[in-house]
Structures are given as C-alpha cells and as structure tokens.
C-alpha cells in the first residue's frame, strides 16, 4: 500500500518560517508529480505549489517569493519551505502525488492526511 506521511512545523508566528515535509512509501514504481495545496475555512483546496517536474515548478501567485518546494527523489519525499508566513496562509496543507505502483499501472492521485498550518498574529 502506498501512502503519503507528511510531517513538520504547524504553528508560527506572523512573519516567521515553517518547513512541511511529505514522504511517500510502499511500494512505487515511478512519482511522476509532487505537490502542496491547501484549504482554508470556508473556502476550496488551492494550489500552493508544484514540482520540480522536469525542472519546472508552479506556484500559487499569493506563495511566490515566499515559498519554496523541493523534492528528494532518493527519498521519495517533498518539501514545501515557507517564509515570511502571514496569517491569511492558516490552511490546512495537503501534500499530493501522481504515482504509478508498477510499471503497467496506472496513475494513482494520493493525497496526505492533512495539517492544519496557523499564523498568529
């Protein structure tokens, strides 16, 4: 069974930093995609940022400058550093992944647990 565990800071002040890290293990043949979204109360899951995928990353414009993504292909694990935090980025953070469990497999979406991100302040 193949999984996404995410883990990392969840609570900071305004203006300062919190790292999100996402591991995904069981048995994966390839991760074609990585990425971090998020859902604020009373509002739909966004995108926060995507990638690297063939050296490319999109990010949600209200993140750029602030936040980075990266990946640890070694370690089938993504990263989602965030900077100069405001209290409009308090969300819950979902990692997510585009994964093939085989290679005659299809593309499976996986989603993390989810955690909830807060800025005071």
């Known amino acids: 069974q193949v999984q996404l565990v995410e883990s990392g800071g969840a609570l900071v002040q305004s203006g300062g930093s919190l790292r999100r890290s996402c591991a995904a293990s069981?048995?994966?043949?390839?991760?074609?995609?990585m990425g971090w979204y998020r859902q604020a109360s009373g509002k739909g899951r966004e995108l926060v940022a995507h990638?690297?995928?063939?050296?490319?990353?999109n990010y949600a414009d209200s993140v750029k400058g602030r936040f980075t993504i990266s990946r640890d292909n070694s370690k089938n694990t993504v990263y989602l550093q965030m900077n100069s935090l405001k209290p409009e980025d308090t969300a819950v953070y979902y990692c997510?992944?585009?994964?093939?469990?085989?290679?005659?497999?299809?593309?499976?979406?996986?989603w993390g647990q989810g955690t909830l991100v807060t800025v005071s302040s």
């Open positions: 997510n992944a585009i994964v093939k469990r085989t290679i005659i497999s299809p593309r499976d979406e996986l």
């Open positions: 069981g048995s994966i043949f390839t991760i074609d995609a």
């Open positions: 990638g690297p995928t063939g050296g490319s990353t």
